[in-house]
């Protein structure tokens, strides 16, 4: 049986301070069954006090570089963020793409050195609202995802994380009905399929993103092909996001 993996995507919101109160609350009050990933993505300054305060939610950085070091000011390194313990990393989101300027190629260069380093790659691939009115979500998808697992062994590629995030969901409120993302989620699972094998697209885990929320999870989750969510706005406060994970 495939794990439930729920993550919020803390974008760029809270301070440190602020981070290390709410992993304390959340602690205070989660229980997680084993069969349940739940964490938070947090911005790079809060990754190593958040780590340091967490004791069961997964603490993931948002992205890094390919580079192990070099002259890039700015980035982040994996071995840096291995160094504090670090083991998952989102990837390509659709604000990295969109308004960092991230392309496929990047984005394959970063899901190959996380699965060298050992790191969970949390692999976001989604279309704009444009090429879902035109019906080209499958096309866009699998081009997303075919350059993404480009050079990556069987063996490496059941260990990714994917999350299916239409961009015209993305804290619009406007929720992808759970057949809409069952379906592109089933589809991507062929995706996989089609590039490994039926057990790698069996075992690969593929998340749901875009205005979920405490009242709506369930129907997202109860999907076949849907293993968890990654969560935006509704991670951001303590109740709400102890909602998503009960
Ligand atoms: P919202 O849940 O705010 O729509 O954000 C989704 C998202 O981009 C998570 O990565």
Same mark, same amino acid.
């Given at each position: 049986m495939r794990k439930k993996i729920i993550i919020g995507n803390w974008k760029m919101f809270k301070t440190n301070t602020e981070a290390v109160d709410f992993i304390k609350a959340v602690e205070s009050k989660l229980s997680i069954d084993k069969n349940?990933?739940?964490?938070?993505?947090?911005?790079?300054?809060?990754?190593?006090?958040?780590?340091?305060?967490?004791?069961?939610?997964?603490?993931?950085?948002?992205?890094?570089?390919?580079?192990?070091?070099? $002259?890039?000011?700015?980035? =982040? *390194?994996?071995?840096?963020?291995?160094?504090?313990? %670090?083991? !998952?990393?989102? #990837?390509?989101?659709?604000?990295?793409?969109?308004?960092?300027?991230?392309?496929?190629?990047?984005?394959?260069?970063?899901?190959?050195?996380?699965?060298?380093?050992?790191?969970?790659?949390?692999?976001?691939?989604?279309?704009?609202?444009?090429?879902?009115?035109?019906?080209?979500?499958?096309?866009?998808?699998?081009?997303?995802?075919? $350059?993404?697992?480009?050079? =990556? *062994?069987?063996?490496?590629?059941?260990?990714?994380? %994917?999350? !299916?995030?239409? #961009?015209w969901a993305i804290g619009t409120g406007k929720v992808a009905t759970p057949e809409i993302a069952q379906n592109v989620c089933k589809e991507i699972r062929n995706m996989v399929k089609n590039i490994y094998n039926e057990s790698v697209s069996h075992e690969i885990l593929i998340q749901y993103g875009g205005s979920v929320k405490p009242e709506n999870i369930n129907e997202i989750l109860n999907q076949s092909d849907i293993d968890g969510a990654l969560v935006g706005g509704a991670s951001l406060q303590v109740d709400s996001y102890l909602g998503l994970i009960k």
């Open positions: 349940t990933i739940a964490g938070i993505a947090v911005p790079f300054v809060m990754l190593s006090d958040a780590k340091k305060a967490s004791k069961n939610l997964v603490i993931s950085a948002q992205n890094c570089f390919y580079e192990n070091e070099g $002259a890039y000011t700015g980035e =982040i *390194s994996i071995p840096m963020l291995q160094n504090i313990g %670090i083991d !998952y990393v989102v #990837i390509g989101h659709s604000e990295r793409r969109d308004i960092f300027k991230e392309t496929d190629e990047m984005i394959n260069k970063k899901n190959i050195a996380l699965l060298k380093a050992n790191i969970t790659p949390i692999l976001c691939c989604g279309e704009s609202l444009e090429t879902y009115e035109s019906g080209k979500t499958i096309e866009w998808v699998k081009k997303q995802i075919e $350059a993404a697992f480009k050079g =990556i *062994s069987e063996n490496d590629a059941k260990k990714v994380v %994917i999350a !299916y995030e239409p #961009i």
